[in-house]
């Protein structure tokens, strides 16, 4: 009898020994247990360890309600003044998974600064800024959109234009809120060098999340911000100023609206319900095509390249940067060429303060300085309402753009432009032009046309000379 309760006691502690230690983590408890001698508070770790498909499934809810936790905490911190911030936070950032982290810390960073001081104007009157080149109707249509809304319409157009291209986003949206940061009066005045792109990148130094970002996106920001009103092919900067210059034409285009209804209702007059040219915003600079044009006609001779001190098409000095720009041909709805012909012809063999504008040869070409070009396009867009070319004067990449498209449909539809002496590819070249005295002139740029377009014969345009106009002697380009 007491050998059977022995051998019944001994089966039950066995049975309940192999039903405790039956799973994965308590087998590695036996095992650990015939190795060394652990305390109970130990084994009761490996006790409490989870296991299983259940357990996976605890850890991604814990994770998921961390995050939403998170998110809730961010949401309740967002606090703007500014109803064109909050929009723009809601739709384009809050619910964004690559704005998490150190992204979403630099946007909200720049969107703090712009609420707080972006109510100033968009364009500035400074030294150093392109911007006060713009003619004053312009740059007073234009003073009329504040900082902050130009910043908002040019981040929205950038993250458009990129559509699904999650990766690229955030920094398309820090450059485009960062881009005219150095407007701000009270950082304008904090530096001395006039130049909002150079500004506008110090205060991006300042924020401390920024400089966690990896120093080749800090590079690209950099680049884009300082060069967007200059020539480059670096894809964040062609995408922020094809921003900068589509937000530009529809601010001109809204405000210029504005400012005829504002007339009618003071002369008590009914409002004109589609004003001519300026409904819609940007039809006027549809891409085509784009070109990759030298600034000048080059050779295999590097001591032929156009040095600084040397003045370029639009009389500004040369600076030492990129031999090629990037030149896109444009629609432009306003352009006559018949028109644009009829309004060079005065310039022809006209001295003004002593200079001249154009000047014919005997040879039966009629060469423009390419400024001249310039200034009948601006002439004939203003008069028909088509204000938005007139930002070319601050910004050179779109002047060339639209002076290239002029030129190539002269060429193409008109034959005007004498192709023996300017490739397709260009719409002007430096000449040299040697006077009787022996003297030559070797700055200016110029585009050079066939006679036929602007007279009968070319004696009549000759029978126009004055003064020195009738020493010169030759024309040859300048490289060959």
């Known amino acids: 009898m007491r050998l059977f309760l022995l051998i019944a006691g001994i089966s039950c502690i066995l049975y309940a020994l192999y039903g405790l230690f039956s799973n994965k983590s308590h087998k590695t408890a036996i095992t650990l247990l015939k190795r060394e001698k652990i305390t109970l508070k130990e084994l009761s770790k490996l006790w409490l360890e989870p296991t299983g498909e259940d357990s996976g499934n605890e850890q991604t809810e814990k994770k998921e ?18 109803q064109e911030i909050r929009d723009f936070y809601l739709i384009y950032i809050a619910d964004k998974h690559y704005f998490l982290g150190v992204n979403g810390k630099i946007v909200r960073e720049l969107l703090n600064i712009l609420d707080q001081g972006g109510d100033c104007p968009s364009v500035v009157n400074t030294f150093n800024e392109d911007e006060g080149k713009l003619p004053k109707d312009v740059y007073d249509i234009l003073a009329r959109t504040s900082l902050l809304q130009h910043t908002m319409n040019v981040a929205e157009k950038m993250v458009e234009s990129l559509g699904s291209s999650g990766p690229v986003i955030p920094k398309a949206v820090i450059t485009a809120l960062a881009h005219d940061l150095g407007k701000i009066p009270s950082y304008s005045k904090t530096y ?48 922020l100023k094809e921003a900068d210059q589509a937000s530009r034409r529809k601010e001109l285009a809204e405000n210029s609206k504005n400012i005829i209804r504002n007339a009618d209702a003071e002369s008590n007059k009914e409002p004109l319900n589609e004003p001519v040219s300026l409904e819609t915003p940007t ?13 000048y006609v080059s050779t295999k001779d590097e001591n032929t390249k156009k040095k600084p001190g040397d003045t370029d098409i639009f009389g500004s000095q040369v600076k030492p940067e990129k031999e090629k720009v990037n030149i896109t041909e444009q629609d432009l709805p306003w352009l006559d060429l018949d028109e644009f012909i009829g309004e060079l012809n005065p310039y022809i063999n006209r001295l003004n303060g002593g200079r001249w504008d154009a000047f014919s040869m005997s040879s039966g070409y009629v060469y423009f300085q390419v400024k001249i070009l310039w200034e009948v396009a601006k002439k004939i867009a203003r008069k028909k309402d088509h204000k938005e070319v007139l930002l070319g004067d601050a910004d ?40 009787r005295d022996g003297k030559e002139f070797d700055k200016g740029y110029y585009t050079p046309f066939v006679a036929e377009v602007f007279a009968g014969t070319v004696s009549e345009l000759e029978a126009r000379k004055v003064g020195k106009l009738k020493d010169i002697v030759e024309v040859n380009p300048k490289y060959e």
């Open 65 to 82: 309600t961390a995050n939403l936790e998170e998110k809730k905490t961010e949401e309740i911190q967002i606090s703007y003044q500014h």
């Open 192 to 239: 001395s060098t006039g130049d909002h792109p150079l500004i506008s990148i110090g205060i991006l130094n300042q924020i401390a999340a920024f400089t966690a970002l990896p120093d080749k996106d800090k590079d690209e920001i950099f680049k884009a911000i300082k060069d967007h009103h200059r020539n480059s092919d670096e894809f964040l900067c062609v995408k």
């Open 283 to 295: 039809p006027d600079v549809n891409v085509k095509e784009t070109y990759i044009i030298p600034h």
């Open 396 to 435: 050179e990449g779109l002047r060339r753009n639209i002076l290239f498209s002029i030129v190539s449909r002269l060429r193409t539809d008109k034959d005007a432009i004498a192709r023996g002496l300017i490739k397709d590819e260009f719409f002007g070249a430096p000449f040299v032009v040697r006077m």
